[in-house]
């Protein structure tokens, strides 16, 4: 009886270890975010919220000025989706503006080296979806 209850405490004990092993081989494989076409597939969490507060503060929108609804959720957005036309324009702004960092400002000969300011969304944007053209 005893034995019989021992074999059965080292099965459970083993496909516990399976189980958990299991697990964080799946996530070290399987990138959280689904549909990442410009920023690391591998991006963290808070980086990705950092980004994403980034772009709602430099053009002064909520997070449904680039993503659309769920199709299958009410009141949800679904943030893998590219329906929201935005989502689109957003990826070009992005590739520009590191275009602008990589070719061009890391390039001139800076006045201030200590201090290189680059090019972002707020440099144009600054609170508004489209910038304000100077009259
Ligand atoms: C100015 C447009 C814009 C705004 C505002 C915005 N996002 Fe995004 N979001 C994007 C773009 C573009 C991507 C895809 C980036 C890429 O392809 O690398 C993205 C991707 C994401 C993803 C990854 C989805 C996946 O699985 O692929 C999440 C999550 C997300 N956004 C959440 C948010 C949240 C939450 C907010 C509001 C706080 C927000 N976004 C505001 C443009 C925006
Ligand atoms: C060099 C200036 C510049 C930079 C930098 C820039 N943008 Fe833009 N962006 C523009 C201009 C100009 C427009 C308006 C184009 C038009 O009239 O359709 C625009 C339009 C947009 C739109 C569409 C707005 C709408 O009303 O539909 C989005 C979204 C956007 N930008 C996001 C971004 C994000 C996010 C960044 C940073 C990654 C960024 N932009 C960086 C100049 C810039």
């Known amino acids: 009886m005893f034995k019989r209850n021992r074999k059965a405490t080292v099965i459970v004990i083993l496909s516990a270890i399976i189980f ?4 964080s081989f799946t996530n070290h494989l399987q990138p959280r975010f689904k549909n990442l076409k410009v920023l690391s597939a591998n991006i963290a969490d808070e980086q990705l919220d950092d980004v ?4 709602k503060a430099s053009l002064g ?4 000025f680039c993503h659309a609804p769920s199709k299958t959720q009410q009141g949800k957005m679904d943030m893998a989706s590219d329906d929201n036309a935005r989502k689109d324009i957003t ?3 992005m590739r520009m503006t590191n275009e602008m960092n990589q070719k061009y400002i890391a390039n001139i000969p800076h006045t201030d080296t200590a201090k290189i300011q680059m090019v972002t969304c707020t440099t144009c944007h600054r609170g508004q979806a489209k910038p304000v053209v100077a009259k």
């Open 61 to 64: 929108v909520k997070c449904n």
């Open 91 to 93: 990826r070009e702004m």
């Open 20 to 23: 958990v092993g299991n697990i």
């Open 52 to 55: 994403m507060d980034g772009f």
